[in-house]
């Protein structure tokens, strides 16, 4: 679309644009995509590692593991180098109940067709997809794959539904051996890489993440219970990033409740926000829908960006911070939401994160640090 191309094209890099259409013609596209192509290149120069010895180029590498373990085992894939960049959105593709055999086979496509095969190609929650997409996707790959040798692709799935899922049931042959790293081992991976990126952007220009005690480009806001300042700190870090900007906007507000919340529902406020820099975008999320939200904040956090059923697509720009807020209870009471919430907790501890409590709770903590100091003079 036109209007929407000149409105996001803030850095003007095709001046002589012109079209009265409402749409761009398929030369004005193309010299759009060249240019796009020069001014952000693949930024994935040197080649992953790919374990050779749990896993066969030029083959799928199924991996199949609890369902609590599954975000931790795709961070795992592309944590063998930690001095490369994060997995992009292009790499890996979590599937929903609303993934097409379309969305697939363009992973197929670009795993085979990737230049000098130096990425990792991911397809995650595979058992998701419904038997008639599953039964496209798997005649797609083995007819695209046919005769390639040199592509890196993995399936992640969960254990859960393991019995009745059509894909994995196929592809049980092509199953791998993978462990997960440790929850700590993760947390320090994405520690490293929220704050190096912070690191390389303030050398290009002015970045959010400057106010983040750690200066990390991401922040989870947690609580037991609501009324314990959350909202307060989220504000207060938009505060300071106004004493360093009084034209920008600062804070974007994305509240996240339910029944239901898929990437469509979040999609419809953040399209709102395509071409935001240097801001705050605080996701307030309730507590009755942390169980729903892991995959979502896994592509928000961990790709930075986020694609809607209809082909819409967001992307976080390298100059905002990604604030998270949410109160995390001390017990579930609905039985059915316990595997789902321990996905999310366990996600959410590999972030850099910061507790708030009440004043007995703290008032508690800063008498065990006099105690702790008095005995280190001691």
Known sequence: NTSSFQRCNSVNFLPDLHTKNKYLSFEELGRVLAVLSEHYPDHIHTKRAFPVKVFKTGSPNLIVTEPSDVLGTVLSLYMQDSTLPLPTMEEVLICSKYTTDEDVTLLWRRAVCDPNFTRIFCL???????????????????????????????????????????????????????TMQSVFKCAEYLRHHFTSATDETARMQACASAIDVEKANVRIVTSQRSGMGKSLFIKRMAQALQCTDQHQPHLVSIPIHGPLVTADTVMELLKLHLCVQFSIFHFDIASDVVWQVDTILFSLLILKSLTDSHGQLWRCHNSNILAVEVTIPSHKDDSKQVTPMKCTLQFLDMLPSFKCVGPQESGKQEHIKKISLCFVQL
């Open 124 to 178: 995650v929650h595979a058992e998701r997809l419904s038997y008639h997409v599953s039964d496209k996707v798997l005649q797609s790959l083995k007819k695209i794959t046919q005769g390639q040798s040199e592509y890196r692709l993995v399936i992640v799935c969960s254990s859960e539904d393991e019995q009745r899922s059509h894909i994995l049931s196929k592809l049980h042959a092509f199953r791998r051996q993978f």
